[in-house]
Each structure stands twice: as C-alpha cells, then as structure tokens.
C-alpha cells in the first residue's frame, strides 16, 4: 500500500471537518476526493500534506508513519488552486525551486528544469515572470514544479478549477496521462463530479467528513451506497422518486408498479423506500403504450449528439436521455418506461442503498 | 476656479511647510549682524559659510554626525531583524485562543506610553548594565522605540501575502526559516523598505532619550548636539541653523530614495501570483 489514511478525525472549533476517514491508495493509483464544498476534502488534503494536523488518526506514506512529521520531511508535491507560485521567481526559478531547496548542483538543475518544461511545452516562458503568464501556463507551471523531484506522492487542490472550460478539459486529459507516466500515486481534490469521473482510478466521496464510498467510478456510478452518492455522481443526476411499499407494490403519486421478489427480499420490513434510476435507464415515447407511465412535458434540452427530456410527474421532475432530435412540446402529454433491470432502491430513512441479489439455487 | 483655488490652496500649504526651512537656511547663512535685522533681510544679505566651517571645526558636530549615523543604522537593522520574524510569527503560527491579537496589542501598546514616563526607569537599567554615555545603549534604547512599530507594520504586509505561496515553499521542501528568508522576505521588500525609513527617521530625530541617556561628546548625537548651542549665556543661532541644515539632508535623501517604496508599500496589497 502505497499511502494510507486511517481513521482520520480534524476538529475546528466545535466543527468536525473529518470524522474518522480511511483511504488507501496503490502505487500509481490516482484517487479522486469528490465533495460539495465543506466536505473536508481539502482539510483531509491538507493533512496528508502536513499543513494540518489531525486530532485523530494516522497518515501513513511507503510505510512510514508520517502524521506528525513537517511538511519539507514528507517527499509530498502539492498543486494548489490558486497554483501559488512564487511570484518573485521567473518560471525557470520557480520550477527549480524544490532542487535549489535540496541543493542540487546549478547544471544538474537548469537540465532538469529544460526537460520537464520541454514536457510541459513551456520552453519559450522560461524566463518570464508569473505575472507575465496566463492561467493555463500558470497552471502548467505549478505542474512542472510539483514533478520536478519526483515526489512518493502528489497533491492536487482543485488545480482545473481556476481555467476557463475548453482549457480544462484538455489540462484534464493531459494531466491523466503526465500521472500515467509519472506513476506516482495522486491525490486529486474536486467537486465537479465528471472530472472525478475521467481522472479517477478510484473515487472517495466525501460528505460533512464521513466517507460515503470509496470504489471504482463505473462501480460508484452503477451502485451508489447511498442517495447522497447517488444524487452526487452522474449528470444529468439520477432520479430519485421517494414512495411506499404496499402489498408488493411500489407505489407513489403519478407512479406505482409490481416489485419482483428479489426486491421483495431485499427490502423486507422496510415501507418507505426511494426509487432511483439513470436518465438514460428511462424510455420515451410521445404515444401512450400499455404499462408506460404518462407524464406532462416540462422542458426538453437539444445537445445536438442527445436530447434530455424533463417530465412533470406530480410533485417531482424524471429526467431521461432521448435519441438526438426527439421532439416533445411543452407540456403535451408523453410517455416513460423505466428499464426494469436498472432499478436502485434506496431506504428513505437511513438513506443506504438496498442492495438486491438474485435468488439462489 | 476651482483650478486656482486649488493651486491657491496648495501654494498656501506648501508655503507653510517651507517657510521654517527657508528660515533655517537662510540664518545659517547670514552673519550675525543680519540675522535679526528688522525689517528681515529676506535675500539681499551677504551669505557665508563661517557657521558652517565653524560647526566642523570648532565644534564636534562631524562626531555628532557620525554617532546619529552609527545609532539610527545599527538600531533600525537590529529593529528590522527582530520585528520581521515576531510579526510572521504572530501571523502564521496557530496560536491558543486570541493570544496573537493580544501579544500583538500589547507591543502595540509599548508606543502608547509617553516616553518620558520611561526615562528614569531607562536611565537606571542602563547605569546598571553600564551603558550610559554609550552608543550601544542608545541603539538598545532606539530598538526599543521603533520594534513595536516594525512588527505592527510588518505583521498588515505578511498578512496580505497569499497563504498558499508560503504552504507551496513547505511543501517544496523549504523549512520555516527558509520560507522566511526566500519567500517572505524578498515579498515584503518594499513593506520592509518603508518601514525602514520610518525607523531611520525615528531614530534620527530622536531628541529626549539621546539628551538624558549620553553626556558625554564621544556619545552625543545631532539633535543633542544641536540644542547644545543654546547655551547659559548665549544662543548660537548662526552654528544652531547650520547644523539643522546638515541635519535635515540625510532624511530628505531618505524620503526620496524610498519615495517608489512608499507607494508599493501602500498599494502591496495588490500583490498576486
């Protein structure tokens, strides 16, 4: 194991920002934080940096316990938001900040900061000042500096944030594949869940600092462990219809059908339970057909490659996925079927996901 | 106008702040048979640099000069070097509770007293450590005076500097002190050279300390020097003029060199990454 977080607990004040966290991260592997704001994703960030400390818990890096040691002993590079760099230095001096710190021979360090500013294509800035850059070279820089020295791990604050949407999205791929090569485990704080989603190996989503679930972005995607990750990850969000079990059947406002009795099982003595299913899990057709459910238009959203169609059904919103051109107008009346074998289901109350398994034989 | 009542205005100001000045230099050039004559002389006089000459020669004025120069450098540095680590201290070191607003209250508070309440107490810890008379005890005593405002000055400049640059240097590998001197320091620059004169000119013009703490020539400095030519029987204005004038130029020089600095200094909070 290459970097271990265990049961990591931070107080401000009355506040708790984490409680009782545990992350573990392969060698190589690149973790994605993903939260809302005041998640303590960045504190937990923070604290495997030693820019805090925890008031519980261990950080442990190649095996060695690092949770008290100062910042400069723990051989971790960090990217900051505001990528923070020193703006007194010239683009050169600034990448070959963390060698002159370890006193590195002056040749051995102007080589090394020619080859990682060939790699990151800033050759031509090297001699200007911060100031003088734009924010994806900023943001450039602030890379080269943090792979200069080959650290045991990289931190990662939001670093896409501060650039425009077309740039970010190329940083982004650029950047999975400079932690490719590197092979060097990553921590990456965000908040916007698709980044999380490309960049990730695996994701740690975080709410009001408890773990929500720690897994794989496809199997985050396809069995969330709760609503709040379920509603979190996948845009447009899943749909998230809160009902009631009666007899065998699900049944809400505008909605009601059968459960199978693997569902059955599974949910038990539960009675309010909450349906979840992905835009793109929800047939549509503008003609009613038997067993579909009818619902009015509420708005529908042409991308060009898809069309995203929101119906009004009763006091909630189904958002679904419809091939490019489909046509609804405004509040005419239509129709949805939700594919049967792409169903979440969800306790309302405790809000864990009902996992159903299929009978055995 | 409102054009010439401007200028009007700003004629006025600048006639009252240099008028004293205009009178110092022009006594220091008269003879002493001019320098009262009534109606005044204002420009036909005959001007001469007796008084001048007279201040190096006769008295000890050159010793004077030196002796403010050695004091007011070696207690400014001395003030710089220790109020610049004190205030980043003060501002970025977690601190229990409200203790850095209150320690950095009280040493504000050290420049609330009147600095007459302190000299007697000044003058006896000074006997004891043998100090009087003393150039070191003048630079301990000018320390004293100017390290409250250096750290108070120097604590609103490190507070304007991103956090994050200084978190970067940790991370970088750098240790505190050498984020202090590397990162810090070369970004308050201008901060630190507006203090810096401030501090120079504290200690310049530092009168009351200077007249109780040193008797003696070897330790006395300008503004003493200066008040010494009024005398039991006499005042020596012509010597008196001539060695403000003297005085006066290290400050002006001061104030135009750092004159940029000022400006940055106040503007530092524009500072970004």
């Known amino acids: 194991m290459s970097l271990r977080v265990e049961n990591i607990t931070k107080r401000f004040g009355a506040q708790e920002a984490l409680r009782g966290v545990t992350i573990e991260a392969r060698e ?89 500013g060939a790699r990151l294509g800033l050759s031509h ?219 979440h289901w969800f306790d309302t109350h405790t809000t864990e996901a009902i996992r159903v398994s299929p009978q055995e034989h | 106008m409102k054009t010439s009542l401007k200028y009007t205005a700003a004629f006025l100001a600048l006639a009252a702040a240099l008028a004293p000045i205009y009178w110092l230099v022009t006594i220091s050039l008269k003879r002493e048979i001019d320098q009262f004559a009534s109606p005044p002389l204002w420009f036909s006089f005959t001007p001469t640099l007796r008084h001048y000459s007279a201040i190096f020669s006769h008295d000890a004025f050159g010793r004077y000069f030196l002796n403010s120069v050695i004091v007011s450098t070696c207690s400014t540095l001395i003030a710089l070097a220790l109020g610049l680590p004190a205030a980043y201290g003060l501002v970025r070191f977690p601190w229990p509770h409200d203790w850095a607003r209150g320690i950095g209250f009280w040493i504000l508070s050290n420049r609330m007293l009147p600095p007459i309440v302190t000299i007697i107490p000044l003058f006896l810890m000074l006997r004891e450590l043998r100090l009087l008379n003393s150039l070191s005890g003048l630079v301990l005593v000018d320390v004293a005076l100017n390290l409250p405002f250096v750290v108070w000055m120097m604590r609103g400049f490190i507070e304007d500097l991103p956090k994050e640059i200084e978190e970067a240097a940790l991370l970088d590998g750098e240790s505190r002190i050498g984020v202090l001197l590397r990162i810090v320091l070369p970004l308050v620059r201008p901060g630190l050279a507006a203090t810096a004169v401030f501090c120079l000119i504290v200690a310049w013009n530092e009168f009351l300390f200077a007249l109780i703490l040193s008797q003696t020539e070897s330790a006395m400095t300008v503004p003493v020097g200066i008040a010494s030519h009024v005398t039991q029987y006499e005042i020596q204005w012509g010597a008196m003029s001539a060695a403000g004038v003297v005085a006066m130029l290290p400050v002006l020089i001061f104030a135009a060199a750092a004159q940029r600095y000022f400006v940055r200094g106040l503007s530092l909070g524009a500072l970004k990454g």
């Open chain 1, 28 to 116: 190589g592997e690149f973790v994605v934080l993903l939260g809302p704001s005041g998640c303590g994703k960045s504190t937990l960030l923070r604290i495997i940096a030693g820019l805090e400390e925890p008031d519980e818990g261990t950080v442990n890096l190649r095996g060695r316990d690092i949770t008290r040691a100062q910042p400069h002993h723990r051989d971790v590079a960090m990217v900051f938001q505001g990528y923070a760099l020193y703006p007194h230095m010239t683009v050169a001096q600034n990448i070959g900040f963390p060698l002159r710190v370890r006193r590195r021979p002056t040749s051995e360090i102007s080589a090394e900061v020619e080859r990682i």
């Open chain 1, 125 to 343: 800035l090297l001699r200007n000042l911060p100031k003088q850059l734009s924010g994806g070279e900023r943001q450039r820089v602030a890379l080269a500096r943090a792979i200069i020295r080959r650290p045991q791990a990289f931190l990662m604050d939001e670093p896409l944030s501060n650039l425009d949407s077309r740039l970010r999205i190329d940083m982004r791929a650029e950047l999975k594949h400079l932690q490719h090569e590197l092979a060097v485990v990553t921590l990456y704080v965000t908040h916007d869940q698709v980044e999380a989603m490309t960049l990730a190996s695996r994701i740690a989503i975080l709410r009001d600092g408890l773990l929500q679930q720690y897994d794989t972005p496809s199997e985050v995607y396809r069995r969330p462990a709760n609503l709040f990750v379920a509603g979190f990850v996948g845009s447009p969000s899943m749909n998230l219809l809160p009902g009631v079990v009666e007899s065998g059947v699900f049944c809400r406002a505008g909605l009601s059908f059968g459960l199978t009795s693997d569902e059955l099982r599974a949910i038990g003595a539960r009675r309010e339970i909450t349906l979840g299913f992905r835009p793109e899990d929800v047939e549509f057709s503008a003609t009613g057909n038997p067993g579909w459910t009818a619902a009015r238009v509420w708005v529908t959203e042409d991308l060009g490659n898809e069309t995203l169609i929101r119906l009004a059904l009763d006091d909630v919103h189904v958002t679904l996925r419809a091939p490019a051109g489909t046509r609804a107008d405004f509040d005419s009346l239509a129709w949805f079927r939700i594919r049967p074998e792409q169903l």
